[in-house]
């Protein structure tokens, strides 16, 4: 189960590693294995019939991508086998006991540890200096761990004379506003929960920020490649890439309790130039240094 839609290129090269993985183990479509590729979109509802197809279908190991997808199979499942990809914190979400050893059907490869967020503000004014309110974008629904981001990024505000502004958005038409609310007044600026939601919309919220010319900071990669300002996570591919090899070793035999999570081993900061010139922003030398990409 994936959270992006179907005709995302960003979501279908994830897959494509995916499947790339599965061949180097020598699982071969048609041939040992069958792949039934869900899309969801970033809606909640659509994953939670996505996850009980599959389900009923028996199949032998569900991969779910993000929070939102791995609730949904979750739900529906305590002995199907589930490998997860890119879900934040599966400890205090309640996917898994503990790392080292999660218990029951659940293992997988996490994402960010919360504290993450407070340095997407850090960037957010290294970058642009004048902001001093800040909007922060996720959906309650399918993005529940948004309000941990919020918690940690709370204390930080008021050290970097920020006010954090909270904008909760379960459809399209509230991000439009949410945006256009902290472009109201002068100095605004927008950090961006990593999410299903929030991906599936990444167009709409790249292109209203730019329509509103608010400096912006995104999770991944594939958003500052996308025309956002800056970004700051870890690389979003090395999962996927990884990810096979827990199938192969359940469908050899093992038990995903026994499959300790794996957590994130490289994060990158990319900066967009174009987009920065556009928005009339001097990058500091000392961020254009430390930075692992620059878009041009």
């Known amino acids: 189960m994936l959270s992006t839609r179907e005709d995302d290129a960003d979501g279908q090269a994830r897959l494509a590693l995916l499947r790339q993985g599965f061949g180097e183990l020598g699982w071969v479509e048609g041939r040992n294995?069958?792949?039934?590729?869900?899309?969801?979109?970033?809606?909640?509802?659509?994953?939670k019939a996505d996850a009980a197809a599959l389900v009923r279908q028996k199949a032998?190991?569900?991969?779910?991508?993000?929070?939102?997808?791995?609730?949904?199979?979750?739900?529906?499942?305590?002995?199907?086998?589930i490998v997860f990809v890119v879900v934040g914190d599966p400890i205090g979400q309640?996917?898994?006991?503990?790392?080292a050893h999660p218990g029951g059907n659940i293992t997988g490869f996490s994402a960010?540890?919360?504290?993450?967020?407070?340095?997407?503000?850090?960037?957010?004014?290294?970058?642009?200096?004048?902001?001093?309110?800040?909007?922060?974008?996720?959906?309650?629904?399918?993005?529940?761990?948004?309000?941990?981001?919020?918690?940690?990024?709370?204390?930080?505000a008021p050290s970097l004379g920020v006010s954090l502004i909270v904008s909760p958005t379960r459809e399209?038409?509230?991000?439009?506003?949410?945006i256009a609310a902290v472009a109201g007044e002068p100095k605004g600026g927008l950090?961006?929960?990593?999410?299903?939601?929030?991906?599936?919309?990444?167009?709409?919220?790249i292109s209203l920020a730019a329509r509103h010319r608010l400096p912006a900071v995104y999770?991944?990669?594939?958003?500052?490649?996308?025309?956002?300002?800056?970004?700051?996570g870890h690389d979003n591919n090395e999962p996927w890439k990884r990810a096979p090899s827990y199938v192969d070793r359940i469908l050899k035999g093992a038990t995903p309790a026994d499959?300790?999570?794996?957590?994130?081993?490289?994060?990158?900061?990319?900066?967009?130039?174009?987009?920065?010139?556009t928005l009339g922003l001097t990058i500091p030398p000392q961020l254009l240094d430390r930075a692992d990409e620059l878009i041009d």
């Open 112 to 156: 960010f540890e919360f504290a993450i967020s407070g340095k997407w503000l850090e960037l957010l004014k290294e970058i642009a200096p004048a902001v001093d309110r800040v909007a922060f974008i996720f959906n309650p629904d399918a993005e529940p761990y948004g309000q941990k981001f919020v918690e940690s990024i709370a204390p930080v």
């Open 33 to 47: 294995i069958r792949f039934d590729n869900r899309w969801t979109g970033g809606d909640a509802a659509r994953a």
């Open 60 to 81: 032998d190991v569900i991969v779910a991508n993000s929070t939102m997808c791995l609730a949904a199979v979750k739900q529906e499942t305590t002995t199907i086998p």
């Open 94 to 99: 309640g996917f898994v006991s503990s790392l």
């Open 172 to 178: 399209p038409a509230e991000i439009d506003r949410a």
């Open 191 to 205: 950090i961006v929960n990593p999410g299903a939601f929030t991906g599936a919309n990444r167009n709409l919220i």
């Open 219 to 232: 999770p991944y990669r594939y958003w500052a490649a996308d025309g956002g300002l800056i970004s700051y």
């Open 259 to 277: 499959l300790p999570i794996q957590q994130p081993t490289k994060f990158e900061l990319i900066i967009n130039l174009k987009t920065a010139k």
